[in-house]
Each structure stands twice: as C-alpha cells, then as structure tokens.
C-alpha cells in the first residue's frame, strides 16, 4: 500500500484513489492497461492537491541458460534484463517519492538490482543508482501542458523496465537496445477528450545521462500518442541525434511504431517495429566509408490469452536485423540477424505479488551464442520471476 502525506482536506478520497490504483497496477489484470506503454503522461498528472506518495517495487529471479556452459555467469551480450545466469539475483529494485499539486509534479526513485549494474554501465557512479529524478511545472491553467526536466522513463516503445507492466517477463530484443531513460527536458501535451498525447524533448543522448565524451549533442526526441478507445494505443516516437562522437558525423534517425489492440479483454495483441539508421561515418583522408546510411530494424508480435482473472499466458515473436552492427556487435559475417521465441504464465499469488515464469529461444544466422561446444546458432533459457510493488 502507498504511503500518502497530505495537508489537504481531499487526503481520504485521494487515500483510496491511490490505494486502488496501486492494487490494480500490480494484479496480472493491470497489465492490460495501456500504461504497458511508456507513457509520457505521468501517472500522478491528473491528480490535483495529492501531495506526496511514496510506493516501492522489487523483482527477484532466476534466469537458467540451457545452452551455456554451466559457469556462464551471464546471458547474451544483447540483453540487459535478468542478466545474471543461474542465480537467484534480483533484476530491479527502488523506492520511489511523488509530489504532484495542481500545477507541480516532481519523481525521485533510487534503484539496485542488475538492470541498474548493466543499462547504467557507462554513467558516471554517482546516478547509476538514479532510477527516476526529475521536476516539472504545468505550463497552462485549463490546458494539461507540462514542463518536465530531469531523468526519466523513455517514451520510446511499449515495454519499460518495471517488468509487472509489461506483458512478458522479458524484454523484447528492440526493447533491450533502445533507450530504458532519457535525461533532458520534455514539453508534454495531452487533449482534453485523453485521446492524444503529444511530446517533444531535448535530450543529452541516447539512453544517456552524462553526454557521450567528443558529442556536443544535443539530441531531440518525439511522440505521438492517439487512443481512439479504451481497446486500441497507437504510437510513433522518434530519436534524432547520435550516440557517436562528432568526428565521425553520424547522425542516428530512429522511429518506433507499436499498437496495442484490446489491452483489457480476454485476447490481446501487440504489434511493434523499431526501425533506426546511422550515417556511415568519417574514415581516413576525411572521407565518408560510403554513401548513404547503416540501418537495423525489428519487428515483434505478442498475443496475450487471460485464462482466469489471475493469470495470463502470451507468446512472443520476434526479428532482429542488424547484419552492420550498429547497436549489437558480433564481428561475424553477417553481423546480427536473430530471431526469437518466447511463452510466459503469470499468476498473481495476491493484487500485489506477481510470480511468472518464462521459456525463451534465440536462433541465430551466424553463431554467436556461448555453448559447451564452442559457438553456437540457437539458445534455449528459462526464466522466473517474483514481483512485488507497495
């Protein structure tokens, strides 16, 4: 349950508000909303005079990669989430403070867990433990116009790193290589009838806290939201910037698409695609490698069944190509063009403890995974994982 601290005369009706809104969030029914996205509307947005809220989130689980050997410590280099390998660990742990009044609104959350030790690797030591930290004021008395500046969850796709709010225990390929946070400032519009959200940032990179040493930045980032109804999210964000040095003048253009369609009935699906470019960058004599850019792309679908209104099953399937290596390195032929396959069951033991359990395969074109006999094309992994929130 949610702490709330208030001077308020509403405290009561936004004790209970609260209250209800942390047991849907964390029961597997909750996951069907479409704040499976990452949303820019802040939860805390329309909830005026509420004053401070502190709530909590902390996922255990163990990860067992059949194809490894057995003294792998570590899953596949492209993945950032339940990294570590036959070992119980905990993936993403933090504490998190609200304050939101009519016309105010500010987050701070402190993580641990191994998201934060793999995702913030290259941040300075001092915020590899911010999970959340920004501010932001309401531009407009009657318009819902924010300012929001800080570090903050990415726009940029439908799965974000609480794993209770997204429809598979593990993160999508495309989820795990784009951006988890962004740090800039963000200009947040949504209409009055909640149909469309509407966003533009300034942003020091790409999943970046501190700036890239040698780019002077900065990068801009863009989302269009429509919601035509509760049963159908439509979504566009981009990235425009780089996350190379300036030297080598390679401009990234990055566009994610995704829909969610019936998010809250029995059957559910999600239809994605990441598609991104990088110029070819400046090689020796000061001449561009080639013409024209380098460019990956990822398509995924996931169905979701509800089998009780406790539980849930859904499969993923998923495409991976970036034979140039632009975001996954493998110094192979043909660079990384992966698929993968993947069915979970979740069960809510109770509204706020989530147990789930993942079986998952990759099949490769080139080998590029570990295995007992030297390289290898396919891995085969089962994961599990107990989620509470309060």
Known sequence: MKTIFTTSALVAGVFTASLAQTTDTTTASAQAQTDVSRSAVSATAAVPNSGLTVSGYIEAYYSHDFTAPKTAQERPGFLYNHKRNREVNINLAFIKGAYVSERVRANLAIQVGTYAQYNYAAEQDLVKNIFEANAGVKLSEKKDLWLDAGIFSSHIGFESAISKDCWTLTRSILAENSPYYLSGAKLTY??????????????????????????????????????????????????????????????????????????????????????????????????????????????????RLATSDKSYLAGRI?????????????????????????????????????????????????????????????????????????
């Open 318 to 390: 998923e495409y991976y190509n970036d034979k140039n290596g632009v975001i996954v390195a493998t110094g192979t032929p043909n660079g990384f063009q992966t698929w993968g396959y993947s069915l979970n069951y979740d069960y809510a033991i109770l509204p706020n403890a989530l147990f789930r359990v993942e079986g998952k395969v990759y099949t490769s074109k080139d080998a590029i995974f570990e295995t007992t006999s030297g390289p290898g094309r396919t891995n085969t992994s089962l994961t599990t994982s107990l989620a509470v929130s309060f």
């Open 190 to 303: 949504n209409t009055a009838n909640g149909k469309w959200t509407l966003l533009g940032s300034v942003l020091n990179g790409w999943q970046r806290i501190a700036k890239l040493p040698g780019y002077s930045g900065p990068s801009v980032s863009t989302q269009v939201q429509y919601r035509p109804s509760s049963k159908v999210t439509l979504n566009w964000s981009t990235f425009i910037g780089s996350d190379r040095p300036d030297s080598l003048k390679q401009g990234r253009f990055f566009n994610n698409v995704y829909a969610i369609i019936n998010p809250s009935g029995k059957v559910g699906v999600i239809l994605g695609v990441d598609i991104g470019s990088d110029r070819k960058p400046i090689g020796s004599g000061d001449r561009r490698v080639g013409s024209g850019s380098y460019m990956w792309y990822s398509p995924v679908v996931i169905a």
